[in-house]
């Protein structure tokens, strides 16, 4: 592994054990459901199984600031290396990996009422799914009255409000739905994309930081690909999305932040 590597994956390793040692406090407010489930599995991990996997979890998110080190044969690598990731990958690739209330994503809960019940799912399905896959998750749902989705006009208002309390950026309306903010924050450059027209996920976005004094520009994060979840957020409904979008505006800020603390620890690296 490169310096530069190494240094990256030094800090996001106390990142996500500081985060994991406190309960996840800033993941758990992830209205995503890939993020539900991750959270889910750790919980049920051991002590040394969650520490292998914190260990894996850093190298990946590490790929994130470094493209050029990524691709599918370092994916393919890491797993070979840290066994704890590739268990934890493994179940997306059967049947029974999401569904139920708690990890389908409430565009379709909403669209076929069918997969709020375990009958509508097949037999494989049932199988193998998690014995949580029904009980939503109440904090971010608090029963199926309150399954009424966010829209994107909503969630649109909400962020721009949120962003422009943040850090009054110039605001771009581009193609497919997808806004761009621009602007500053502290000594940073930032550009926060951000899209509300996905077919699933109700809004996804990408952060980038930039500044003369950095060693790693950082392009195109997002905080839930530290956990190896980028599909976007997906379990917004009108009753969470206010406290949803101001926590986004947090996320953001956050992002800043670690580019700054992966920055201060990788100067003079290579």
Known sequence: MSGLKSAITAVLRTELAEEAGRGFPRLKRVPCTDIIWFLDWFA??????????????????????????????????LERQHPAFARFRAPRHRMGYKGGTRYTEVKMLSMDPGMKESGHYHEDYRKNCSPLAFQPRVDLLPDLSHLKTAKAPLLRKLVNAALTKLFAPEIQKRPGGEVHYIGSLGASMLKVSVGFGSMLSQLHYHVTVTSREYTIQCVGLSYEQLWDANLGWDYLTEENAGRSIDFFAEQVAYLVKLADRVNGRTNGCS
Not at 46 to 75: H, I
């Open 44 to 77: 049920a991990l051991d002590a040394g199984e969650q520490e292998a996997l914190l260990d894996a979890m850093a190298r990946w998110g590490a790929m994130g600031f470094l493209p050029k080190e990524s691709g599918p044969q370092a994916v393919a690598e």
